[in-house]
């Protein structure tokens, strides 16, 4: 297993506060630490089991930032959880089963991300008009949340972003509730998906710890400044950290 060594540490405890104040506000943090540990001599399958199980703690602390706008919307809350940890374990068992697949996957999966954080906020406004209430619109969020989850426990990045759209879509709310109830939904897919990891595939834990930390310390950051700072400067950043790394891992 390679091991990251002084400077390397430094630059692993930047990315993991940023991705921890970008996922508290956007999501997509992922597409700061992935590269990151990618660039830093970690395979695809470790630095992506790694960033999750690192990662997931400062979903936990997102979530706990924005623990009152969740605790307002508790019978939301309680509809999308469990859909979110089945989709999180399901993921995961996936990429459990077949690692071999993940590498030559990744790339096309961040250039996903980067399309979904261009894409979002006008999709997100596009598809708010089809709003509705009734059991197909409840039925279609289940679903797209147990899908999302799945995304989430095998890869993950940019799962905030896809969920944003899809609560933009289902509940007619601020931006900043839909963020808090983004963040519990993918705290629970990450969550999950760690505990898998941790158990059953090999994780760089150094490297982890320090993810773990600066992210939740970045979340907490995140979700105090979250309500006033512009989507769209966050939004530029992971879109030009998310296309160096498809350029890189394609070459």
Request: aromatic share 6%; glycine share 12%; proline share 5%.
């Amino acid at each position: 297993m390679h091991q990251i060594h002084g400077v390397g540490y430094l630059a692993v405890a930047s990315v993991g506060f940023v991705a921890g104040f970008v996922n508290s506000i956007v999501g997509s943090g992922s597409l700061v630490t992935f590269p990151t540990l990618v660039a830093l001599g970690l395979s695809p399958y470790l630095a992506n089991v790694t960033n999750n199980v690192g990662i997931s703690l400062g979903n936990i602390s997102a979530i706990h930032g924005f623990r009152r706008e969740i605790a307002e919307q508790r019978p939301r809350a309680r509809e999308i959880a469990p859909y979110s940890l089945a989709g999180g374990a399901t993921g995961a068992i996936v990429l459990l089963i077949r690692p071999g697949s993940f590498r030559a996957i990744v790339p096309w999966l961040v250039l996903l991300a980067v399309v979904l954080v261009i894409a979002q906020p006008t999709v997100a406004k596009a598809l708010a008009s089809r709003r509705g209430d009734g059991p197909t619109a409840r039925h279609g969020l289940k679903l797209g949340i147990f899908l999302t989850g799945v995304y989430g426990g095998y890869f993950g990045a940019a799962q905030g972003v896809i969920l944003i759209a899809l609560l933009a879509i289902a509940y007619d709310e601020t931006m900043v509730r839909s963020n808090a109830l983004k963040n519990l939904a993918a705290g629970i897919a990450n969550l999950v998906a760690a505990v898998l990891f941790a158990i059953f595939a090999p994780v760089d834990w150094p490297v982890a710890g320090v993810l773990a930390v600066t992210s939740i310390l970045g979340a907490q950051a995140g979700a105090r400044v979250g309500r006033s700072l512009p989507s769209p400067v966050l939004r530029a950043l992971v879109v030009v950290g998310g296309t160096a790394a498809v350029i890189d891992l394609l070459r």
